[in-house]
């Protein structure tokens, strides 16, 4: 069996490695958007303090509260929510690229698995059924000494190219259906 190249293009955003990386890393920029957008606001802090003398058993306790104005400084806070965004954007574009890159190859591996079970079963079926009819006709023909050895000697390398050939249309089946599986793995059940 060939897995259909739609169903195997609408895993690759969970099931690509490569792309699954890209998507946390468009992630992790939006959550920077957040980070620069908070650091506008205001922040306030508090902390005390305590000193303790014993010689002459003065005690001080300091109470301090601490409070940012970033009004005064706009610019440069929108300037980083910006480069933020920006990174954001570039993050998500080149997860998309390499989400239709993947595609393609998915697409390609598909086709290729397609084409080579397709081709198998061609060598399996009609073709290797002609091959084997004309073999027999050229053998019974040989028997009653009315065609040479070398046309029954043709007849079975023709049978046996179709047999390799069949097995190198599996094979390539194969190699294309492993291919596909790197690009978009299945889920292991561990």
């Known amino acids: 069996p060939v897995p259909l ?4 293009v609408a895993r690759i955003p969970f099931a690509n490695p490569r792309v699954r990386a890209m998507r946390e890393m468009a992630g992790a920029a939006d959550a920077e958007i957040r ?7 205001p922040s306030f ?10 010689q002459d058993g003065y005690r001080g306790t300091t109470l301090g509260l601490k409070m940012t104005v970033p009004w005064f400084n706009r610019d440069n806070y929108q300037a ?6 920006l ?4 993050a ?16 390609s591996a598909a086709t290729e698995a397609a084409n080579a079970a397709a081709q198998a079963r061609a060598y399996g079926g009609e073709i ?3 091959a084997t009819e ?6 019974a023909s040989w028997i009653n000494s009315k065609a040479p050895l070398t046309d029954l000697l043709d007849t079975r390398r023709l049978l046996f190219s179709v047999d390799l050939e069949q097995r190198r249309q599996v094979a390539m089946q194969l190699a294309a259906t492993e291919k596909l599986n790197l690009l978009v793995p299945k889920r292991s059940s561990k």
């Open 128 to 130: 290797r059924k002609k």
């Open 87 to 90: 990174r954001s954007d570039a």
């Open 45 to 54: 802090s508090a902390g005390i303090e305590t000193r303790g003398y014993s």
């Open 5 to 8: 190249a739609a169903a195997e």
């Open 35 to 41: 980070i620069a957008d908070r650091e506008r606001l």
């Open 134 to 139: 004309a073999n027999e006709s050229v053998q």
């Open 80 to 85: 980083k929510v910006d480069a933020a965004k």
């Open 92 to 107: 998500v574009a080149d997860t998309e690229a390499a989400r239709r890159e993947v595609a393609g190859q998915v697409i």
